[in-house]
C-alpha cells in the first residue's frame, strides 16, 4: 500500500504552486474523509497493537513502526463518529506532525488525487464549533462528484496530547517585551486549534493578536491596509502563517507578499505541523524569514522578540 504515495521528492514540486495531493479513505460512514499526503509517510496494514493501560480512550494502542514505539489513534472514534457494526478498520496511515509520528486507525483507502488549494474551501459553519473538519472539497470518484471532509488533525492531536503554552522565564527579554506592548502580529491557519495555540502564548507578552482563517483572506486584509495607504510594518511586527490552508496556503501567500512592493519586506515565518529536512529548502523557494515547527511556545517568543529587536535597531531605539 504504501507504493501508492509520491516520494518526498516528487511531493515538494507541489511547494508554492498552491497545490497538494490528498489521500481518501472511509471510517465506516458513507462520508469519505481525507488527509494531505504531505504529512504521510506510509500507509500499511493493521499491524500488532499493545494496549497501554489507562491511555486515553481515542488510543487503541502501540505499535513497532521501523523501530520505533508509536502511538495509533482511532481516527474514526477521535472525531466523534457513531458507532457502525459492521466497521471493521484495515489499515494504519503513519503521519508525522509536531514533530511526532503517529498512526491513524483508518477503513478502506480509496486514491489519491492532485488538486488546487483554490478548489479547498472552509467547512460550513453549521457544523459547529466542535467539528473536527479543516477543510472540504469535491472531487470525481467513480466518475460521480463526491464531497470529501479534510479532517483537522491538530485538533485531534490536541485532545489526545495536552499543549502547554508558558513560555520559559529564560527566553523572556523585559525591554523588548516592553516594547511589544500594544503591538500586533497576524497569525494565519485553519486550525482553529493551533491559532489558540499561538495566540494564548503570544498575549502573554502584551501583543494583539489578528487572525485569519486562510492565506485569501489574510492576503486580502493586507492589501486592504496597503490600498489605504497604511504601512504594513507599521500595522504589525510580522506575520506567522500556516503553510497548509483551504483557496490559498501559505507558500503562495508568502509568494503573494513578496510581489507586493508595499508589503515585501513584511518579516514571515512559517509555523508548520509539516517536518522533515526538505523544509528549509521550501522556506528559501518562497522567502520566508523563519520556519517555526509546530508546537513550540518559546520558539515562537524568540522569533518574535528577535523581529522586534530588528524593529527597535532599525527605529533607533
Known sequence: MSTILSSVDQRTKLVGENRLELIMFKLGSRHTFALNVFKVREVITVPQLNQMPGSHSNLCGVTNYRGKSIPVI???QAI????????????VIITEYNRSVQGFLIGQIMNIVNTSWTDIQPPPTTVGKNHYLTAITKVKIDKQEALVEIIDV?????????YDTSISEEVLDKEV???????KVLVVDDSSTA????????VQLG???IEEKNGLNALKRLKAWADEGKDIEDEIVMMFTDAEMPEMDGYRLTAEVRDDPRMAHLFIALNTSLSGSFNEAMVKKVGCDRLISKFQPDLLVEVLQERMREVMSSSGK
Open 74 to 76: 482511532d481516527l474514526r
Open 80 to 91: 466523534r463518529l457513531n458507532n457502525t457494526e459492521d466497521y471493521e478498520p484495515n489499515n
Open 154 to 162: 491538530e485538533k485531534v492531536l490536541s485532545e489526545i496530547v495536552h
Open 177 to 183: 517585551q516592553a516594547a511589544l506592548q500594544g503591538k
Open 195 to 202: 491559532r489558540a495555540q499561538v495566540r494564548d502564548t503570544l
Open 207 to 209: 501583543v494583539e493578536v
